[in-house]
Nanobody, 124 residues
Framework: QVQLVESGGGLVQAGGSLRLSCAAS????????VGWFRQAPGKEREFVAD????????YYANSVKGRFTISRDNAKNTVSLQMNSLKPEDTGVYFC?????????????????WGQGTQVAVSS
């Protein structure tokens, strides 16, 4: 079992930055790949970024590539998402989720464990 708790959301002006953190509990956390998703009001949950268990493979949605950076520290059981040059369309609830290393990234159904989410609001 893996439990995930997100933090770091808030309100920021367009062009600003936020750093989200995902804290995990469970001894096998380092064996899981971890992804970030977001969901805006009235929209489906969408993939943002994913990082492999050993940081060897990293994936980003095209909409955030070059602005967001995902990283992980297995010794501290944390995964972070550094978000720069934020835009109003980045607004939403951000979730971190864990999947087995051999599952496919990007599709919500591939992730076994989810956090409760943290709200990000970007004003224009």
């Amino acid at each position: 079992q893996v439990q995930l708790v997100e933090s770091g959301g808030g309100l920021v002006q367009a062009g600003g930055s936020l750093r989200l953190s995902c804290a995990a509990s469970g001894r096998t956390f380092s064996a899981y790949a971890v992804g970030w998703f977001r969901q805006a009001p009235g929209k489906e949950r969408e993939f943002v970024a994913d990082i492999g268990w050993n940081r060897g493979r990293i994936y980003y949605a095209n909409s955030v590539k070059g602005r967001f950076t995902i990283s992980r520290d297995n010794a501290k059981n944390t995964v972070s998402l550094q978000m720069n040059s934020l835009k109003p369309e980045d607004t939403g609830v951000y979730f971190c989720a864990a999947r087995g290393s051999y599952s496919d990234y990007g599709r919500p159904q591939e992730y076994d464990y989810w956090g409760q989410g943290t709200q990000v609001a970007v004003s224009s």
